[in-house]
T-cell receptor
């Protein structure tokens, strides 16, 4: 299974943008890049996913490098409710998600 | 709307006891996944079903772990002769499409926290 590398933790100020990086240098051509987040005492929650092109939805944006070896999850205006562990995951044709350690995001008021 | 429901929310078992953890997926979801999450770690894959068929059980840590989904809806994860190292949160997730449709997001429940004493 292809692996991802994320910083262990990041800090942000409330109402400022947050850029969460992810490296996936061994990604294969058919792997989708998925992001999930996990709030304390809850199960993971789907955020966004993409293959090659940048993607936007109501929660976030996903910027994918041209060579697909890295991607960045962008939260446009962080709120206190965005404090969570963010997981960058490569999902292959077998369909199961293989989680790494994720990035713990803290948001300061 | 109704999400993935797991019960019980908390379970305390004495070492050696058998436990059964239940997952009610979102109605109509074809795929169902079980994950184990130790404290401070990311979730680890255990097994998944497409309808009633268990297509991958490669993540089950030992033959004490058994999962079933007999009618393609509710699933049960059973752990026999529990050990202290089985203490973890057990997460269930469902997905609308078949597992090879890797475009389809997973919807997770809030898990069952198992503590083995």
């Amino acid at each position: 299974d292809a692996k991802t590398t994320q910083p262990n933790s990041m800090e942000s100020n409330e109402e400022e943008p947050v850029h969460l990086p992810c490296n996936h240098s061994t990604i294969s051509g058919t792997d989708y890049i998925h992001w999930y987040r996990q709030l304390p005492s809850q199960g993971p929650e789907y955020v966004i996913h993409g293959l090659t092109s940048n993607v936007n939805n109501r929660m976030a944006s996903l910027a994918i490098a041209e060579d697909r070896k890295s991607s960045t999850l962008i939260l446009h205006r962080a709120t206190l409710r965005d404090a969570a562990v963010y997981y960058c995951i490569l999902r292959d044709r077998r369909g199961k998600l293989i989680f790494g350690q994720g990035t713990e995001l803290s948001v300061k008021p | 709307g109704a999400g993935v429901s797991q019960s019980p929310r908390y379970k305390v078992a004495k070492r050696g006891q058998d436990v059964a953890l239940r997952c009610d997926p979102i109605s109509g979801h074809v795929s169902l996944f079980w994950y184990q999450q130790a404290l401070g770690q990311g979730p680890e894959f255990l097994t998944y079903f497409q309808n009633e068929a268990q297509l991958d059980k490669s993540g089950l840590p030992s033959d004490r772990f058994f999962a079933e989904r007999p009618e393609g809806s509710v699933s049960t994860l059973k752990i026999q002769r529990t050990q202290q190292e089985d203490s973890a949160v057990y997460l269930c997730a469902s997905s609308l499409a078949g597992v090879n449709s890797y475009n389809s997001p997973l919807h997770f429940g809030n898990g069952t926290r198992l503590t083995v004493t």
